[in-house]
């Protein structure tokens, strides 16, 4: 952010410079996010408890216009078990899938790897970097 000095009293003004598009579009994103409980973009983290009816996929996505502009998504994973797996991601433009490893069992077929820890989410749109959203992957809790 550039800022500005007026004359007066330690005045000052921020003025945010923002490229703007050879359509004349100026992105505008509000930030990136999970779906939540009801099904709106406004979640920025989220506990997964694994079990075998996990979704098949999780999605984040840049919530506001980003006026055809590339984006570039970057991940970070902390396991919290000794395995060096990892979820596995894919962003095309606004939106990114987190989704699981899949292995070919030979006696039962194709069956998740489901990792444990922290896998944390940035996407950079028009030179701003949005994030992260946060995902923690846990054991379920035995019902009482």
């Not at 779906?35 to 999605?59: C, F, G, Q």
């Not at 570039?72 to 606004?94: H, K, N, R």
């Not at 292995?103 to 820890?117: C, I, K, M, N, V």
Request: charged share 20%.
């Amino acid at each position: 952010m550039k800022k500005i000095k007026l004359p007066g009293l330690n005045r000052e003004i921020g003025i945010r410079m923002v490229k703007e598009s050879a359509e004349g579009c100026i992105p505008a994103i509000e930030g990136l996010f999970l779906l939540d409980e009801n099904m709106e973009w406004r979640a920025t983290s989220k506990d997964v408890p694994l079990k075998e009816d996990i979704p098949s996929y999780l999605p984040v996505r840049l919530v506001g216009n980003i006026c055809d502009e590339e984006v570039t998504w970057e991940t970070e994973w902390q396991p919290t078990s000794s395995s060096a797996l990892s979820p596995v991601f894919s962003g095309i433009g606004p939106v990114g899938i987190v989704g699981f490893q899949l292995h070919y069992d030979y006696w039962t077929s194709f069956y998740a790897y489901l990792p444990l820890g922290v896998l944390r989410i940035n996407a950079t749109c028009a030179g701003r970097t949005f994030g992260p959203v946060t995902i923690t992957f846990l054991i379920e809790a035995a019902p009482q």
